[in-house]
């Protein structure tokens, strides 16, 4: 099948694209420049260059596949490019993935896809465009809702990683606020095969979660950071102003938010099997580990 695919360069489409190409589907990337260009024919597919905001080209591209799957998800761009692609694929039947995000759902212990919606402000703007989506009708439509997504290096666990060590004769790695948050997270490439069999064969007006799982806490995710690191003091908790000061209000009221998911129905309904190492894992002798980044593995 052809898919008009958008954030194929990104952290999570540098993982979708070679799992979309590997199942056998041609893949026409929607990208920005030349560089990017390249990069996606290097791995295989077609470039697109254009932009994600332009509704006609968006539109026309959407008519001409076989189905979109949308990772570039942002504020300002999905109002005009989920409207182009909606109208592109009207009454086609056809497949349209779109992307959500797990912070949607606020606080919650067990977080599943009918959870009701409590986002912090910054990303209280993705509602109004998921219900646009599900509700379409004569297209396949589906929401992924990634975790906290990491791997290969990159992500949000360099918060962790890269976080200041306080001085003295112990310093010790500082939190996310007081680290008693779990987040519930899932390995990029389990999350890209996530998408596939979304695409594929996913219930039409359709959620699933992409979360593996394993829910840790940020505690226990910076002790792992600061282990690998041989950070002597360990890790010291931050307060909610320190950290909003550090990493700017509105992400770090995301990061505070105490999330657990076990994403059961993507396991039950399409036969995902997310198996890639732990964030844990990855943490003290994976790709975040400082021999690994030194290597280079974290690009």
Known sequence: MSILLTGATGFIGSSVLPRLLEEGHSVTALVRDEEKAARVEAAGATALIGDASDAELVERAARESDGVIHL??????????????????????????????IWSYGANPDITEDSPSAPPALTAWRRATEERVLAAEGIRTAVVVPAVVYGHGAGIANVLVDAPRGSGVAPALRLVGDGEQHWT???????????VLVFENGDAGA?????????????????????????????????????R?????????????????????AR???????????????????SYAPAAVGAGTAD
């Open 72 to 101: 570039a998800s942002a504020k300002d761009v999905d109002p005009v490019f989920v409207d182009a692609v909606l109208r592109g694929l009207e009454g086609s039947g056809k497949p349209f993935v779109h992307t959500g995000g």
């Open 185 to 195: 997270t899932v390995h990029v490439d389990d999350l890209a095969a996530l998408y």
């Open 268 to 286: 039950i309904d399409l036969g995902w099997e997310p198996n890639g190492p732990t964030l844990l894992d990855e943490l003290v002798s994976g």
């Open 207 to 243: 959620v699933y979660l992409g979360a593996s799982g394993a829910n840790p806490t940020v505690r226990e995710l910076g002790e792992a950071a600061a282990s690998a690191a041989g950070v002597s003091g360990g890790v010291e908790p931050e307060s909610a102003d320190e950290t």
């Open 245 to 265: 000061a550090r990493l700017g209000a509105d992400f770090a009221d995301a990061l505070f938010l105490d999330q657990q998911a076990r994403g059961t129905k």
